[in-house]
């Protein structure tokens, strides 16, 4: 098979994995971060590591469309010479996961950076109110200062406070004197003197990874995943189509981004859950079992793998 066949198919699987991605992550912070339509400029510092974690996942999702695209295309007998038909693609991920590791980390501590826009508020008071930018709240001026506004995903409840604090991390804030106005088939008046709340930050890379130790996990995952379609795919059957092959390529391509997408997703959930590095050895195990079950049913429907033109 021609190299630029090759390329062709990481080169296509990578902008739409990558841009999928972003768009979950960009739809996650403006979840988080309600005005932030208001304040686009404000939200670059959080906008690196989704972009970062775009090329990763992407980088991954499509070593696995492009491997299993070329091994289905042209099988080979014997693993070794499977592998061979392949490596081009550990090189390319190397290529894309480096450029995302150069990618500065943004801001390591958005619950500072949300802080510093409360206290800004309060401090630029005169009489009225003053917005805080991202959050979509604002500040009373009028005695006694109050912090108010709608609560993120949902505008039927309102919330004023004393006194919103964030975690470093931004996993955490503390508010004090809360007050909690709902009103929608039942109204309901909530008040506290103190309160916690524990949500999910925005995504971000693991800062308990370091940027060499992170392309080292990374690359070692698509190693898991360039190895396992080796071993666990096998040449295709020559049966008849029994549906049009168009249909049967794109569930093919779908099926082929399965385990890269599995690998990236639980990626992205151990750095938000900050894990220990020897955890992310889970995302390999979990895409050498969704490797496994794309086999499966390769095996098990040819129409998939026959729907695919000989080199």
Same mark, same amino acid.
């Given at each position: 098979?021609r190299i630029?066949?090759k390329?062709?198919?990481?080169?296509?699987g990578? +902008?739409?994995?990558a841009?999928?991605v972003?768009?979950l @992550?960009? &739809?996650?912070?403006t979840?988080?971060?309600?005005a932030?339509?208001?304040?686009?400029? %404000?939200?670059?510092?959080f906008?690196?590591?989704?972009?970062?974690?775009?090329?990763?996942a992407?980088?991954?999702i499509? %070593?696995?469309?492009?491997?299993l695209s070329?091994?289905t295309?042209?099988?080979?007998?014997q693993?070794?010479a499977?592998?061979?038909?392949?490596w081009? $693609?550990l090189?390319?991920? &190397?290529l894309?996961l480096?450029l &995302?590791e150069a990618i500065?980390?943004?801001?390591?501590r +958005?619950?500072?950076?949300?802080?510093?826009?409360?206290?800004?508020?309060?401090s630029?008071c005169?009489?009225?109110?003053v917005?805080v930018?991202?959050?979509g709240l604002s500040?009373?001026?009028?005695?006694p200062? =109050?912090?108010e506004?709608p609560?993120?995903?949902?505008?039927?409840?309102?919330?004023?406070?004393?006194e919103?604090?964030?975690?470093?991390?931004?996993?955490?804030?503390?508010?004090?004197?809360?007050?909690?106005?709902?009103?929608?088939?039942?109204?309901v008046?909530l008040?506290?003197?103190?309160?916690?709340?524990?949500?999910?930050?925005?995504?971000?890379?693991?800062p308990r990874l370091?940027?060499?130790?992170? $392309?080292a996990?990374?690359?070692a995952l698509?190693?898991v995943l360039?190895l396992g379609?080796?071993?666990?795919? =096998?040449?295709r059957?020559?049966?008849r189509r029994?549906a049009?092959?168009r249909?049967?390529r794109?569930? @093919?391509y779908?099926? $082929?981004?399965v385990?890269?997408?599995?690998?990236a997703?639980?990626?992205i959930?151990l750095d938000?859950?900050?894990?220990?590095? %020897?955890?992310?050895a889970w995302? *390999?195990?979990?895409?050498?079992?969704a490797? *496994?079950v794309?086999?499966?049913l390769l095996?098990r429907? +040819?129409?998939?793998?026959?729907?695919?033109?000989?080199?």
């Open positions: 098979m630029s066949v390329l062709g198919y990481f080169a296509l990578l +902008p739409l994995s841009a999928a972003a768009g @992550g960009v &739809a996650r912070l979840h988080q971060f309600p932030a339509a208001a304040s686009p400029g %404000l939200l670059t510092p906008l690196l590591p989704v972009l970062a974690l775009a090329l990763e992407g980088a991954l499509a %070593l696995s469309v492009a491997q070329v091994l295309r042209a099988p080979a007998s693993v070794a499977r592998a061979r038909a392949t081009l $693609f090189g390319l991920l &190397a894309v480096g &995302a500065p980390r943004g801001t390591e +958005p619950g500072a950076f949300a802080n510093e826009l409360v206290r800004s508020a309060r630029s005169g009489s009225g109110s917005a930018p991202l959050l500040v009373r001026c009028a005695a200062q =109050r912090i506004g609560m993120p995903g949902s505008r039927k409840v309102r919330l004023a406070m004393e919103l604090t964030f975690s470093d991390d931004l996993r955490r804030v503390d508010i004090r004197a809360l007050e909690l106005f709902a009103e929608s088939s039942l109204r008046r008040r506290a003197k103190d309160a916690r709340v524990r949500g999910l930050a925005p995504w971000s890379r693991s370091s940027a060499l130790g992170r $392309f996990i990374l690359a698509g190693v360039w379609a080796s071993l666990l795919l =096998r040449p059957t020559a049966e029994v049009p092959e249909v049967w794109a569930v @093919g779908s099926l $082929f981004a385990p890269g997408a599995v690998v997703a639980v990626v959930s938000q859950a900050e894990a220990a590095p %020897l955890t992310y995302a *390999g195990l979990l895409g050498a079992v490797l *496994g794309v086999a499966l095996a429907i +040819p129409q998939i793998a026959g729907s695919f033109p000989d080199p």
